[in-house]
């Protein structure tokens, strides 16, 4: 009854990480993670990316998500000129307790972008996209009740999960869609709908199972020029799974240094806000088609007693190979 109990304990411990999947405050630079649409739709050859995020450091490594992704157009000499077709690879590490929990994506999206004027300023997309899924608990990072002596803990257990280490592992099928809008040269919007999980997937320890609910995210955004060297982008999201909500939105002013020059350099600053959770400031520097972006999670929630009001921090960088072209392709930015 007891080994019962652990194990029930370790299906809670997934379906707590679980209520939400691992997300990021920067949503709008791991396209592929809130979208499968995005993939393809950028202005260049291919797109190389990468985020790291530590979620309340101060609370012993609660969440540390690591993602990379590539992807770029597919088929352009066998489709119309206003269309586009992507394909795109991408994997994610979520790192939870001190790594008592692992999660681990390995993910193969495609989408499709269907033009509906003639020169592309206005495109329709679907993509879907299949992910293989591996879930790891080490019970060597956990503490059990029996270790906790008079002279504190001693690390030995007597517990029959102890040192143990138990894993799932599943097929999930994720999808969405994006419509993506231009006036002129000088704006650009999008709004999107996306679902993660599908299928429903199971995850399953020693005979117990707990299923991965389905996650439905609306996304939607903007990029609008004033002047040739300033500009502001604007976003935001409202995501929905399993009894876990998620409402995330701001934008961040544009600067560029030297707009007549083939290479700008633009900064980046301001800041988005997840209701009832935090604060998130950001900066961004953009350079030789590379965007590096810094964000910080100011807790303002009831946790921040224990985070001592620090969120955690975000660091990406999305590398975008631009085309030998003249014309650029209407897309989204942030």
């Known amino acids: 009854m007891r080994q019962l ?131 790891i608990i080490n019970t060597s990072n956990l503490k059990f009740e029996d270790q906790l002596e008079l002279a504190g803990f001693t690390g030995i257990s007597k517990e029959a999960f102890a040192g143990a280490t138990l894993q799932s592992n599943y097929f999930d099928l994720n999808a969405g869609v994006l419509y993506n809008g231009s006036s002129s040269d000088k704006n650009n919007y999008y709004v999107g709908v996306s679902m993660y999980h599908i299928n429903q997937p199971k995850q399953k320890f020693n005979g117990l199972s707990t299923p991965l609910r389905t996650r439905l995210t609306t996304h939607a955004g903007g990029s609008f020029m004033m002047t040739d060297n300033f500009g502001f982008h604007l976003s935001g999201l409202y995501s929905y799974q399993s009894g876990a909500t998620e409402a995330l939105f701001g934008g961040a002013a544009q600067f560029i240094a030297n707009p007549s020059d083939p290479s700008p350099v633009s900064v980046y600053a301001g800041g988005w806000l997840r209701l009832n959770d935090a604060f998130i400031p950001y900066i961004g520097l953009e350079f030789l088609d590379t965007r590096i972006g810094i964000s910080y999670d100011v807790n303002t929630s009831s946790l921040k007693t224990a985070s001592l009001s620090r969120g955690g921090i975000e660091i990406s960088v999305i590398y975008t190979h631009q085309p030998n072209t003249d014309k650029p392709i209407s897309c989204p930015k942030f």
């Open 5 to 135: 109990f652990i194990i029930i304990v370790f299906i809670g411990i997934s379906g707590l990480v679980k209520a939400q999947d691992p997300h990021f405050s920067q949503f709008f630079s791991s396209p592929l993670t809130l979208n499968p649409a995005f993939t393809g739709k950028f202005n260049g050859d291919y797109r190389l990316m990468g985020d790291y995020r530590n979620q309340w450091p101060t609370i012993n490594n609660a969440f540390i998500t690591t993602t990379g992704s590539i992807d770029f157009h597919i088929l352009k000499n066998k489709i119309a000129s206003n269309n586009m077709f992507g394909l795109g690879f991408s994997v994610l590490s979520d790192n939870s307790a001190n790594g008592a929990v692992k999660l681990n994506y390995a993910s193969i999206s495609t989408a499709y972008h269907k033009g509906l004027d003639e020169d592309g300023n206005n495109t329709l997309g679907i993509g879907i996209q299949a992910t293989y899924s591996n879930m």
